[in-house]
């Protein structure tokens, strides 16, 4: 039932319990031990059945199979786990270890006539006392090492748990930074525009100024044309054409300045506009450099997170 050759006080291990007398051919020795398996606190009613057959194999050859069969009301092995057998046992509520369940003679008289230690070792025996407190010991090592375990786990996850705050406080950062980006960005392209469209205003007026003094321009040369064309004039009609010559030669050298002069405020006012477009590309660009550093800050938190993870699973696996 899964006690060892010590505890039978007959021998030091399983092949000194097979008699000499068997002779030198024999090969081992086969134990049978058939319990009822009845009732609402049956092992595994199901499978083994009303009874449940604990079969021990010694093996005196190399090779052989030392160990334990669990086989079911028909003969039939089931299992042949030690587990199995002390879940059987402990379901069943046999105790192999305690003297009062199996007694034999050595315990038989230390209980008789053995020394009040042996008795005392005795009494811890029957009532479990000794079970417990192996197990209470145990269980405060398993407690230690979980413990050590913990500490251990909270050294490593300090670090990665810093480390995550960093980047969270960086990852908050960026977004507040992208957000700002787009604010600029909305901001400058509607200054942009804004300029862009007083100047095609001023673009306008300076335009409709230029075709007024270009038609006055054309009306006076028309003038001039007729005037020289006119060959019958008295001196005084000469000199009062030539005097109007001389003001019109002077509104057309006006015009023509005036008309320079347009040209040049044009192609100063398309000056900012172009301006402008060059700072709209150099933001575009900036935006696109914001946003790549934005996704490798994305990564990094992805990487801690990841590694938070494997420590927490790692610390999880230490504990179990």
């Known amino acids: 039932l899964g006690a060892g050759a010590r505890r039978t006080h007959r021998a030091r291990n399983l092949k000194d319990l097979v008699r000499k007398e068997a002779g030198a051919d024999c090969s081992g020795a086969i134990l049978r031990v058939t319990l009822l398996n009845k009732g609402a606190d049956g092992y595994k009613h199901n499978i083994y059945g009303d009874t449940i057959t604990v079969q021990r194999n010694i093996s005196l050859r190399s090779g052989g199979f030392n160990g334990y069969k669990l086989l079911d009301c028909r003969g039939k092995e089931q299992s042949r786990a030690k587990k199995d057998l002390d879940a059987m046992l402990d379901q069943l509520n046999i105790q192999v270890e305690n003297p009062v369940a199996v007694l034999d003679q050595e315990e038989a008289k230390k209980f008789l006539t053995?020394?009040?230690?042996?008795?005392?070792?005795?009494?811890?025996?029957?009532?479990?006392?000794?079970?417990?407190?192996?197990?209470?010991?145990?269980?405060?090592?398993?407690?230690?090492?979980?413990?050590?375990?913990?500490?251990?786990?909270?050294?490593?996850?300090?670090?990665?748990?810093?480390?995550?705050?960093?980047?969270?406080?960086?990852?908050?950062?960026?977004?507040?930074?992208?957000?700002l980006e787009v604010e600029v960005q909305e901001l400058r392209a509607n200054y942009g525009w804004s300029l862009h469209s007083e100047f095609q205003g001023q673009l306008h007026e300076e335009m409709k100024k230029a075709q007024k003094y270009s038609r006055s321009l054309e009306k006076r040369r028309t003038e001039l044309t007729t005037a020289e064309q006119s060959v019958n004039v008295t001196d005084d009609e000469e000199i009062t054409l030539k005097n109007q010559l001389d003001e019109l030669t002077e509104e057309a050298n006006q015009a023509a300045e005036s008309k320079t002069q347009l040209e040049n405020e044009v192609k100063a006012s398309l000056g900012p506009i172009k301006q402008k477009e060059r700072e709209?590309?150099?933001?575009?660009?900036?935006?696109?450099?914001?946003?790549?550093?934005?996704?490798?800050?994305?990564?990094?938190?992805?990487?801690?997170?990841?590694?938070?993870?494997?420590?927490?699973?790692?610390?999880?696996?230490?504990?179990?």
């Not at 550093?293 to 230490?318: F, P, V, Y």
């Open 114 to 179: 053995g020394k009040p230690e042996d008795k005392y070792e005795f009494f811890t025996k029957a009532t479990e006392l000794e079970r417990l407190d192996r197990c209470y010991a145990s269980i405060t090592d398993n407690i230690l090492e979980q413990r050590t375990t913990e500490e251990r786990a909270r050294d490593n996850l300090g670090g990665a748990i810093e480390n995550t705050r960093k980047l969270k406080v960086e990852w908050e950062q960026f977004r507040e930074l992208d957000k």
């Open 280 to 320: 709209r590309e150099v933001l575009s660009r900036e935006l696109a450099s914001a946003k790549k550093s934005h996704k490798g800050a994305l990564r990094r938190l992805e990487q801690a997170r990841k590694q938070i993870m494997e420590s927490q699973g790692n610390a999880a696996e230490d504990e179990r």
